[in-house]
């Protein structure tokens, strides 16, 4: 029941943006954005809490992405504005009752994972 589905990656240019999506059937608990891009380890990207009051941003992305949630349609968005090449990757969308939005998020392991979308910046 709380599997989280994420879409909304493409393919992009250099300085673009795209808006990926999670959602779940009674999606309401904290969630958390990583992103794995190629020979590289998992990377904590954003989170936000069940309320949508408190987010957290890694660094690479703070100022060009934004975390947001609607909670009366179970979904969590991800902006993405001025895309490099570095924010290549595949997102996964992340849940897990036990955990708590903050700058620890990528150590710690999460019960819920969605599948994953592609994000390709190039020209």
């Known amino acids: 029941q709380l599997q989280p589905v994420e879409s909304g990656g493409g393919l992009v240019q250099p300085g673009g943006s795209l808006r990926l999506s999670c959602a779940a059937p009674g999606f309401t608990l904290n969630a958390f954005w990583f992103r794995r891009a190629p020979g590289k380890e998992r990377e904590g990207v954003s989170c936000?809490?069940?309320?949508?009051?408190?987010?957290y941003y890694a660094d690479p992305v703070k100022g060009r992405f934004t975390i947001s949630r609607d909670n009366a349609k179970n979904t969590v968005y991800l902006q993405m504005n001025s895309l490099k090449p570095e924010d290549t990757a595949v997102y996964y969308c992340?849940?897990?009752?036990?955990?708590?939005?903050?700058?620890?998020?990528?150590?710690?392991?999460?019960?819920?994972w969605g599948q994953g979308t592609q994000v390709t910046v190039s020209s």
């Open positions: 992340a849940s897990d009752p036990r955990r708590v939005c903050r700058s620890t998020m990528a150590r710690e392991d999460y019960a819920y």
């Open positions: 936000i809490t069940s309320s949508g009051a408190s987010t």
